[in-house]
């Protein structure tokens, strides 16, 4: 594998790190920017919106108009590198507010990109190992990137967090500005009329429907877990990184045993994973309090939330041709479940109903999540068409 698909997977960690990373730090930008918890929630929201809104756009552009991959990847990851270390400088949330919808952009475009060049350096039968390790960047942000995270912005605050974000994909950048070969789309990747069949397609759409309301859920309720924790809970900060440690290592668990089940089992991983899930948020609700009831919780939040992935993108490719197109939309969809959980999750701690009144929130929409799949308990046989 060359040492090229390795640095865009430590990019792709680098940016992962730079979304969820304020779950970890809400007490602080809480406090630095004069705003509520709830609203420092909100940036893990405008982040998502910013990968929602680029990643159609930016992915239909760089098929269309067959771009050089290498230099509009170093262009963004540039663009990435200068933006987030202004983030560092910044004082105002509105600011702030800014910056986290444009880096989303730019995530959207660098992974998009990222995927594309990883596949294109090495022969066929390695592509699914090459995206997989450039994905894997992502995944192991949240087992290493958040809690590391948390840890620097205790120690030394959250403006070195934030800068040395932009330092690490600096670093990247750099080093694949040497390795990076110069690879063009060839175009013919993009095939609209079977993009549009796919959007013409109702199960196609509830597909996408289950997809948002499973990441909302999610999200909902991690993006609070710090505040919950602490304020809640009772654990001390010292212990937060290490829990959200306990938190990413389930998710990384949970996708090992999902991906290698998906492609048979995609309803029953469903069904089952958004069981778990509501349970384990309804019970977090009920009972923050109790320490050892807090963390078991938020271990099976973390291997049935997330993890379902590899189980939404078989449901995916089994009701629509795989295109670009459709797997940048659904991406975009997801993004509006992580951002959307994140956001409701805010206002209502805003709004005045508790710490947990996010966990709440993450229960109800897993709920919703299970009764739109309900419908295919029946005819399990006939697949998800």
């Known amino acids: 594998m060359p040492l090229a698909v390795y640095i865009l997977g430590l990019a792709i960690f680098s940016i992962g790190t730079a979304e969820l990373m304020v779950a970890g730090m809400t007490s602080t930008l809480s406090e630095a920017f004069g705003v509520t918890v709830g609203e420092v929630g909100h940036l893990i929201s405008y982040y998502a919106f910013g990968v929602m809104l680029g990643g159609p756009v930016l992915t239909y552009f760089f098929l269309k108009f067959k771009v050089p991959y290498r230099k509009v990847l170093l262009l963004l990851l540039t663009l990435y590198v200068v933006a987030q270390g202004l983030s560092a400088f910044v004082s105002s949330y509105a600011v702030l507010v800014f910056i986290r919808l444009f880096t989303g952009v730019l995530c959207a475009g660098c992974l998009s990109l990222s995927l594309a060049t990883s596949m ?6 390695k592509r699914p190992r090459a995206a997989s390790i450039v994905i894997g960047g992502f995944m192991i942000s949240n087992v290493f990137g958040v809690p590391l995270a948390t ?19 600096l670093v990247c950048l750099l080093a694949l500005k040497r390795l990076l070969p110069t690879i063009t789309s060839s175009g013919g990747e993009l095939k609209m009329e079977d993009e549009l069949k796919a959007f013409k397609n109702k199960a196609y759409w509830k597909a996408c429907l289950t997809s948002c309301l499973i990441l ?3 999200f909902a309720a991690f993006s609070y877990f710090v505040p919950v924790l ?8 010292q212990d937060v990184p290490f829990i959200l ?3 990413g290592l389930s998710n990384i668990i949970g996708n090992m045993i999902t991906g290698r089940l998906a492609h048979a089992h995609s309803l029953a ?4 994973g958004l069981t778990i899930l509501s349970v384990s948020l309804l019970v977090m609700a009920l009972f923050a309090e109790h320490k050892s009831i807090a963390i078991i919780s938020i271990i099976l939040i973390g291997l049935t939330g997330v993890p379902m992935n590899p189980a939404m993108m078989a449901r995916i490719v089994s009701v629509a041709h795989p295109g670009p197109m459709v797997n940048s939309v659904h991406t975009s969809i997801i993004n509006i479940g992580l951002g959307g959980g ?7 701690i805003v709004s005045g109903y508790g710490l947990t009144s996010p966990l709440w929130i993450g229960f109800v929409l897993a709920i919703l999540a299970l009764a739109s799949i309900a419908p295919y308990l029946r005819r399990n046989k006939h697949g998800w068409s």
Request: aromatic residues 12%; proline residues 2%.
């Open 245 to 247: 440690m306990i938190f």
């Open 216 to 218: 909302g859920a999610s």
């Open 269 to 272: 991983i469903m069904l089952v």
């Open 230 to 237: 602490v304020d809640v809970t009772g654990f001390g900060m």
């Open 151 to 169: 840890i620097i912005d205790q120690r030394w605050g959250w403006q070195i967090t934030f800068g040395l974000v932009a330092v690490l994909v």
């Open 120 to 125: 294109a350096m090495v022969p066929t039968e």
């Open 342 to 348: 994140s956001y409701l999750g805010g206002v209502a």
